[in-house]
């Protein structure tokens, strides 16, 4: 039996026990929380020995690299974290070597030799071994807190840029979920530090990517299609996208950018590459029919994969980094990172050009350099009244069809508010034609989930432009679309900054207990979602 409920289409809304509804089945659940058990036993004798940071380098970047394998929609592949298992376990031995052994948490002790094994062990360590709800509840929100940070972390690593502070919470947060004298209000505690490396570790790739790629700009980005053959890449790694311009370069093939990718065409080391074609399609579920008629070979840098339908789309499919899935070939970087594409290039070569799905252009690039340098012209929108409020939209986008609201929320919403963006949850209506006022968009797409930083900055710019004692006195509003884990470490990010009165949606998290749920409510006044027309009079009288 498995059991997961990290994601916002846990099964009727309490969790997956069967089978993921994302795609993955029990065996690969299961190993995935062995996996997160193995990372606990490293963390275990890290904070209890003092071990320092900077001296694993190579545990350091493991232990993240395997919590971002774990994201709903990252790895299917049982075969490959099994391999990782195996790793992580030798590490964590090679830890233990110099230490006592009295007093070591199984975590840091157990041994598995075989998958049989490994799947009977996982069976008393995943989620629903800690038996109070409460405690279980707290000890998962910082556990996926601490996934969507690993994500961060790891991009911005393969950019050359490090925080060791967050390596050093990372094991310091692992290890507390080990330990049953912590009280509900300690927890409480660590789920707002893990709020507070949120923070870091999105400024920490902020900087990496906009010191080796530029600050993002103003970019219209065109939305239809060329007529030379042609690879997709998605997922977030701007390292990933970069090596395939280059080998692409001079090839005749062209490059598009799918969901979560869209926002590298606002870097400005990007544009110098004619055959970085445009944006094709929508969010990461709609891949299920956007793979079939693009006809060319696919490669994914990370999450989202949705498991294909037909054999011919998953011979099509290349993984590389944290994502993985069975059957399809897993590009792996040398000793010097670089990661060779000739393979996916020669199959594009082959393959027919992408079928026209859409054409037009989609405008972003509205990170917090941009928007900053627009600052007079915002500040006197906001003064003169002609901006009455800014709605923050941004998280993720799924499959549920309740997250229409998304859509009609936009297009209901007051010709004098502007809403900023970031992540898929964009789709819903950064298509839709909802002018601007006075020249400023009326959707503003500062750029994947991690600039979420980039609108935390902007909020904080304005409380200070606006010379105001408490963020939440701004005329913004919160209404975030969820789906998983760098979404949550996104949300504990907000609320560490202080963000109260958030709406989340299209659900509340199945990982909360109700008791959980209330000090969020009542502590943060988090809400979920009503009916549109309910939720805008709210916002607006706020």
């Known amino acids: 039996m498995m059991f997961c409920y990290q994601c916002q289409e846990a099964a009727k809304n309490t969790g997956c026990t069967v089978r993921g509804v994302c795609g993955k089945n029990e065996e690969v659940a299961n190993l995935q929380d062995l996996l997160i058990y193995g990372l606990k036993g490293i963390a275990h004798i890290v904070v209890k020995e003092g071990l320092d940071p900077a001296d694993l380098k190579e545990v350091n970047y493991e232990t993240i690299n395997s919590l971002f394998m774990t994201i709903t929609n990252a790895n299917f592949d049982a075969d490959s974290i099994e391999r990782q298992i195996k790793k992580v376990l030798s590490l964590r031995d090679e830890l233990a070597k110099s230490v006592s052994a009295e007093g070591l948490h199984d975590a840091a002790v157990f041994q598995v030799d075989s998958r049989e094994s490994?799947?009977?062990?996982?069976?008393?360590?995943?989620?629903?071994?800690?038996?109070?709800?409460?405690?279980?509840?707290?000890?998962?929100?910082?556990?996926?807190?601490?996934?969507?940070?690993?994500?961060?972390a790891e991009h911005a690593y393969n950019i050359g840029k490090e925080n060791l502070e967050v390596y050093s919470f990372i094991y310091e947060a692992l290890a507390a979920a080990l330990d049953d004298t912590l009280?509900?209000?300690?927890?409480?505690?660590?789920?707002?530090?893990?709020?507070?490396?949120?923070?870091?570790?999105?400024?920490?790739?902020?900087?990496?990517?906009?010191?080796?790629?530029?600050?993002?700009?103003?970019?219209?980005?065109?939305?239809?299609?060329?007529?030379?053959?042609?690879?997709?890449?998605?997922?977030?790694?701007?390292?990933?996208?970069?090596?395939?311009?280059?080998?692409?370069?001079?090839?005749?093939?062209?490059?598009?950018?799918?969901?979560?990718?869209?926002?590298?065409?606002?870097?400005?080391?990007?544009?110098?590459?004619?055959?970085?074609?445009?944006?094709?399609?929508?969010?990461?579920?709609?891949?299920?029919?956007?793979?079939?008629?693009?006809?060319?070979?696919?490669?994914?840098?990370?999450?989202?994969?949705?498991?294909?339908?037909?054999?011919?789309?998953r011979s099509r499919i290349f993984t590389t980094g944290?994502?993985?899935?069975?059957?399809?070939?897993?590009?792996?970087?040398?000793?010097?990172?670089?990661?060779?594409?000739?393979?996916?290039?020669?199959?594009?070569?082959?393959?027919?050009?992408?079928?026209?799905?859409?054409?037009g252009t989609i405008v972003g690039g509205f990170a917090h350099?941009?928007?900053?340098?627009?600052?007079?012209?915002?500040?006197d929108a906001v003064k003169t009244g002609a901006i009455k409020k800014f709605f923050v939209m941004a998280g993720c986008d799924g499959r549920m069809k309740s997250r229409s609201y998304y859509t009609e929320f936009a297009e209901q919403l007051p010709k004098d508010t502007v809403i900023m963006t970031a992540g898929c949850a964009k789709y819903r209506y950064n298509k839709l034609p909802l002018g601007d006022i006075g020249g400023i968009p009326r959707v503003l797409d500062a750029g994947q989930c991690?600039?979420?930083?980039?609108?935390?900055?902007?909020?904080?710019?304005?409380?200070?432009?606006?010379?105001?004692?408490?963020?939440?006195?701004?005329?913004?509003?919160?209404?975030?679309?969820?789906?998983?884990?760098?979404?949550?470490?996104?949300?504990?990010?907000?609320?560490?900054?202080?963000?109260?009165?958030?709406?989340?949606?299209?659900?509340?998290?199945?990982?909360?207990?109700?008791?959980?749920?209330?000090?969020?409510?009542?502590?943060?006044?988090?809400?979920?979602?009503?009916?549109?027309?309910?939720?805008i009079e709210l916002f607006m009288a706020q």
């Open 450 to 535: 991690n600039d979420s930083y980039s609108l935390a900055v902007i909020a904080l710019k304005l409380k200070e432009v606006f010379g105001l004692e408490d963020i939440n006195e701004l005329p913004i509003a919160f209404n975030i679309a969820w789906y998983e884990q760098k979404a949550v470490i996104v949300l504990l990010a907000l609320l560490y900054l202080g963000v109260k009165n958030i709406h989340l949606g299209p659900t509340l998290p199945a990982f909360l207990s109700p008791n959980v749920a209330n000090v969020l409510v009542e502590k943060f006044g988090i809400a979920g979602i009503g009916t549109v027309e309910e939720d």
């Open 322 to 359: 944290s994502s993985g899935y069975p059957g399809c070939k897993h590009i792996v970087a040398d000793e010097n990172g670089r990661k060779d594409f000739s393979e996916i290039i020669e199959l594009a070569k082959t393959l027919p050009a992408p079928e026209e799905i859409e054409t």
């Open 369 to 379: 350099n941009q928007v900053m340098a627009l600052a007079d012209k915002v500040v």
């Open 118 to 152: 490994m799947l009977e062990k996982a069976a008393s360590v995943g989620v629903l071994s800690t038996e109070n709800e409460d405690v279980r509840s707290l000890r998962e929100l910082i556990t996926y807190g601490l996934k969507g940070m690993a994500a961060y």
């Open 183 to 313: 009280s509900a209000d300690e927890l409480v505690a660590l789920t707002l530090k893990t709020g507070e490396h949120g923070v870091k570790v999105m400024a920490l790739l902020d900087e990496a990517n906009t010191s080796k790629y530029g600050n993002p700009e103003i970019t219209e980005v065109n939305i239809g299609v060329r007529s030379n053959p042609a690879i997709l890449i998605s997922g977030h790694d701007l390292t990933d996208l970069e090596q395939l311009l280059e080998q692409t370069e001079g090839t005749g093939v062209d490059v598009y950018t799918h969901s979560e990718m869209l926002p590298a065409h606002y870097y400005p080391a990007f544009k110098k590459y004619d055959h970085f074609a445009g944006n094709y399609g929508n969010a990461w579920w709609k891949q299920v029919t956007e793979f079939e008629s693009f006809r060319g070979p696919i490669l994914f840098t990370t999450n989202c994969i949705v498991p294909p339908k037909s054999e011919e789309v």
